[in-house]
Protein backbone atom coordinates (compact mmCIF):
# COMPACT_ATOMS: atom_id res chain seq x y z
CA UNK A 1 0.00 0.00 0.00
CA UNK A 2 1.66 3.23 -1.10
CA UNK A 3 -0.28 5.30 0.77
CA UNK A 4 -1.96 7.06 -1.91
CA UNK A 5 -5.87 6.69 -2.81
CA UNK A 6 -7.81 7.12 -5.76
CA UNK A 7 -11.43 7.09 -6.02
CA UNK A 8 -13.31 5.76 -8.25
CA UNK A 9 -11.54 1.90 -8.82
CA UNK A 10 -13.96 1.95 -11.88
CA UNK A 11 -15.95 4.25 -13.87
CA UNK A 12 -17.89 3.24 -16.57
CA UNK A 13 -19.64 6.62 -18.49
CA UNK A 14 -20.95 7.54 -21.82
CA UNK A 15 -19.77 9.49 -24.71
CA UNK A 16 -20.21 13.32 -24.21
CA UNK A 17 -19.93 13.04 -20.27
CA UNK A 18 -18.22 14.31 -17.73
CA UNK A 19 -16.17 12.43 -14.88
CA UNK A 20 -14.28 13.35 -11.84
CA UNK A 21 -11.55 11.81 -10.65
CA UNK A 22 -9.84 11.98 -6.55
CA UNK A 23 -6.78 11.48 -5.58
CA UNK A 24 -5.31 11.92 -1.90
CA UNK A 25 -1.93 11.62 -1.55
CA UNK A 26 0.28 10.31 0.93
CA UNK A 27 0.40 12.42 4.29
CA UNK A 28 3.02 15.08 4.39
CA UNK A 29 3.34 15.02 -0.01
CA UNK A 30 3.48 18.11 -1.17
CA UNK A 31 3.07 17.53 -4.96
CA UNK A 32 0.45 15.49 -6.72
CA UNK A 33 0.74 13.58 -10.40
CA UNK A 34 -1.47 12.86 -12.48
CA UNK A 35 -0.91 9.77 -15.52
CA UNK A 36 -3.02 8.28 -18.26
CA UNK A 37 -2.13 4.70 -19.32
CA UNK A 38 -3.75 3.17 -22.81
CA UNK A 39 -3.22 0.54 -24.44
CA UNK A 40 -2.12 2.39 -27.40
CA UNK A 41 -0.13 5.46 -26.09
CA UNK A 42 1.14 3.57 -22.99
CA UNK A 43 1.55 5.61 -20.08
CA UNK A 44 1.58 9.28 -20.03
CA UNK A 45 2.30 12.44 -17.76
CA UNK A 46 -0.59 14.47 -17.74
CA UNK A 47 -0.02 17.26 -15.42
CA UNK A 48 1.58 18.11 -11.82
CA UNK A 49 0.52 20.13 -8.79
CA UNK A 50 2.71 21.33 -5.84
CA UNK A 51 0.71 22.61 -2.94
CA UNK A 52 -2.03 23.52 -4.61
CA UNK A 53 0.06 25.00 -7.53
CA UNK A 54 0.36 24.24 -11.31
CA UNK A 55 3.92 22.61 -11.78
CA UNK A 56 4.36 21.00 -15.24
CA UNK A 57 2.03 20.47 -17.42
CA UNK A 58 2.13 16.87 -19.99
CA UNK A 59 -0.40 15.76 -22.54
CA UNK A 60 -3.23 16.56 -21.38
CA UNK A 61 -6.23 17.44 -23.56
CA UNK A 62 -8.21 21.07 -23.02
CA UNK A 63 -11.01 19.03 -22.32
CA UNK A 64 -9.51 17.73 -19.51
CA UNK A 65 -8.23 20.24 -16.41
CA UNK A 66 -7.54 19.10 -12.53
CA UNK A 67 -6.74 21.18 -9.52
CA UNK A 68 -5.06 20.79 -5.90
CA UNK A 69 -7.03 21.55 -2.98
CA UNK A 70 -6.26 23.13 0.07
CA UNK A 71 -5.87 19.77 1.73
CA UNK A 72 -4.07 18.53 -1.02
CA UNK A 73 -6.31 16.44 -2.44
CA UNK A 74 -6.37 16.44 -5.78
CA UNK A 75 -9.53 16.38 -8.33
CA UNK A 76 -9.03 15.10 -12.38
CA UNK A 77 -12.18 16.51 -14.50
CA UNK A 78 -12.44 15.40 -17.79
CA UNK A 79 -14.96 16.53 -20.27
CA UNK A 80 -16.68 15.66 -23.37
CA UNK A 81 -15.66 12.06 -23.08
CA UNK A 82 -14.40 10.15 -26.10
CA UNK A 83 -14.15 6.46 -26.25
CA UNK A 84 -10.57 7.25 -26.71
CA UNK A 85 -10.45 8.54 -23.44
CA UNK A 86 -11.26 4.76 -22.18
CA UNK A 87 -7.72 4.20 -19.90
CA UNK A 88 -6.42 3.57 -16.43
CA UNK A 89 -5.42 6.85 -14.80
CA UNK A 90 -3.26 6.86 -12.18
CA UNK A 91 -2.50 9.73 -9.34
CA UNK A 92 1.14 9.61 -7.46
CA UNK A 93 2.29 11.88 -4.98
CA UNK A 94 6.03 12.82 -3.72
CA UNK A 95 7.26 15.02 -0.67
CA UNK A 96 8.38 18.20 -2.84
CA UNK A 97 7.98 18.89 -6.70
CA UNK A 98 11.03 17.84 -7.65
CA UNK A 99 13.73 14.85 -7.78
CA UNK A 100 11.71 12.93 -5.55
CA UNK A 101 10.21 9.10 -5.55
CA UNK A 102 6.77 9.29 -6.70
CA UNK A 103 4.25 6.72 -4.68
CA UNK A 104 1.36 5.53 -7.53
CA UNK A 105 -1.87 5.16 -6.01
CA UNK A 106 -3.73 1.99 -7.57
CA UNK A 107 -5.85 3.33 -10.65
CA UNK A 108 -9.17 4.74 -11.79
CA UNK A 109 -9.85 2.12 -14.60
CA UNK A 110 -12.09 4.53 -16.75
CA UNK A 111 -14.50 2.72 -19.52
CA UNK A 112 -16.28 5.36 -22.14
CA UNK A 113 -19.20 3.44 -24.23
CA UNK B 1 11.81 6.74 -32.81
CA UNK B 2 10.93 6.99 -28.86
CA UNK B 3 12.76 9.45 -26.78
CA UNK B 4 12.80 5.91 -24.17
CA UNK B 5 13.33 2.40 -25.59
CA UNK B 6 12.99 -0.30 -23.45
CA UNK B 7 14.45 -4.17 -24.43
CA UNK B 8 13.58 -6.65 -24.51
CA UNK B 9 9.88 -6.42 -24.96
CA UNK B 10 8.85 -9.31 -23.83
CA UNK B 11 11.52 -11.63 -21.89
CA UNK B 12 10.53 -15.41 -20.44
CA UNK B 13 12.67 -17.00 -18.57
CA UNK B 14 12.97 -19.80 -15.68
CA UNK B 15 12.84 -19.65 -11.78
CA UNK B 16 16.37 -18.83 -10.69
CA UNK B 17 17.45 -16.75 -13.66
CA UNK B 18 20.04 -13.88 -13.53
CA UNK B 19 17.58 -11.07 -15.53
CA UNK B 20 18.61 -7.96 -16.99
CA UNK B 21 16.19 -5.26 -18.63
CA UNK B 22 17.59 -2.22 -20.87
CA UNK B 23 16.78 1.26 -21.24
CA UNK B 24 18.32 3.79 -23.41
CA UNK B 25 16.98 7.32 -23.64
CA UNK B 26 18.08 9.95 -26.04
CA UNK B 27 16.97 12.81 -23.82
CA UNK B 28 18.84 15.03 -21.09
CA UNK B 29 17.47 14.42 -18.00
CA UNK B 30 18.30 14.60 -14.40
CA UNK B 31 17.00 11.32 -13.05
CA UNK B 32 15.73 7.67 -14.57
CA UNK B 33 12.87 6.30 -12.62
CA UNK B 34 12.20 2.46 -12.50
CA UNK B 35 8.75 1.09 -12.02
CA UNK B 36 6.89 -2.56 -11.79
CA UNK B 37 3.33 -3.03 -12.59
CA UNK B 38 1.62 -5.66 -11.50
CA UNK B 39 -0.65 -7.90 -13.43
CA UNK B 40 -3.63 -5.99 -11.37
CA UNK B 41 -2.26 -2.85 -12.49
CA UNK B 42 -0.80 -1.24 -9.39
CA UNK B 43 2.08 0.59 -10.04
CA UNK B 44 5.45 0.49 -7.24
CA UNK B 45 8.34 2.52 -8.27
CA UNK B 46 11.80 0.52 -7.20
CA UNK B 47 14.25 2.73 -8.31
CA UNK B 48 15.03 6.60 -8.99
CA UNK B 49 18.88 7.02 -9.69
CA UNK B 50 20.84 9.84 -11.55
CA UNK B 51 24.22 8.15 -11.27
CA UNK B 52 26.24 5.02 -10.22
CA UNK B 53 24.19 2.27 -8.69
CA UNK B 54 21.53 1.33 -6.36
CA UNK B 55 20.93 -1.96 -5.04
CA UNK B 56 17.48 -3.63 -3.00
CA UNK B 57 17.19 -7.12 -2.21
CA UNK B 58 17.62 -9.07 -5.36
CA UNK B 59 17.18 -6.05 -7.40
CA UNK B 60 20.06 -3.65 -8.76
CA UNK B 61 19.73 -0.59 -10.86
CA UNK B 62 22.71 0.88 -12.72
CA UNK B 63 22.77 4.08 -14.83
CA UNK B 64 25.65 5.28 -17.70
CA UNK B 65 24.61 8.98 -17.65
CA UNK B 66 27.41 9.78 -20.85
CA UNK B 67 25.81 6.33 -22.48
CA UNK B 68 22.62 7.17 -21.64
CA UNK B 69 21.62 4.11 -20.74
CA UNK B 70 20.42 2.27 -17.88
CA UNK B 71 19.77 -1.37 -16.62
CA UNK B 72 17.97 -3.29 -13.96
CA UNK B 73 19.02 -6.64 -12.79
CA UNK B 74 16.98 -9.23 -10.80
CA UNK B 75 19.27 -11.69 -8.90
CA UNK B 76 17.54 -14.87 -8.40
CA UNK B 77 14.50 -14.69 -10.29
CA UNK B 78 11.02 -15.70 -8.71
CA UNK B 79 7.73 -16.40 -10.58
CA UNK B 80 6.27 -13.92 -8.10
CA UNK B 81 8.66 -10.90 -10.01
CA UNK B 82 6.61 -11.48 -13.00
CA UNK B 83 5.35 -7.80 -13.94
CA UNK B 84 5.95 -5.31 -16.21
CA UNK B 85 8.87 -3.36 -15.67
CA UNK B 86 8.96 0.55 -17.20
CA UNK B 87 11.51 2.68 -17.39
CA UNK B 88 10.84 6.19 -17.59
CA UNK B 89 13.24 9.54 -17.77
CA UNK B 90 12.97 12.89 -15.55
CA UNK B 91 13.74 15.41 -18.21
CA UNK B 92 13.60 18.01 -15.93
CA UNK B 93 10.15 19.77 -13.54
CA UNK B 94 9.60 15.94 -12.98
CA UNK B 95 7.69 15.75 -16.37
CA UNK B 96 8.36 11.77 -16.33
CA UNK B 97 8.69 10.60 -20.31
CA UNK B 98 7.90 6.68 -20.43
CA UNK B 99 9.29 3.15 -22.10
CA UNK B 100 6.78 0.95 -23.26
CA UNK B 101 7.43 -1.31 -20.78
CA UNK B 102 9.35 -5.32 -20.53
CA UNK B 103 6.88 -7.75 -19.79
CA UNK B 104 8.84 -10.45 -17.38
CA UNK B 105 7.31 -14.05 -16.88
CA UNK B 106 9.27 -16.26 -14.28
CA UNK B 107 8.34 -19.85 -14.84
CA UNK B 108 8.47 -22.36 -11.87
Known amino acids: DSGVTQTPKHLITATGQRVTLRCSPR?????VYWYQQSLDQGLQFLIQ???????AKGNILERFSAQQFPDLHSELNLSSLELGDSALYFC????????????FGPGTRLTVL | KNEVEQSPQNLTAQEGEFITINCSYS?????LHWLQQHPGGGIVSLFM???GKKKHGRLIATINIQEKHSSLHITASHPRDSAVYIC??????????FGQGTRLTINP
Open chain 1, 92 to 103: ASSVSGTHNEQF
Open chain 1, 27 to 31: SGDLS
Open chain 1, 49 to 55: YYNGEER
Open chain 2, 27 to 31: VGISA
Open chain 2, 49 to 51: LSS
Open chain 2, 88 to 97: AVDQGAQKLV
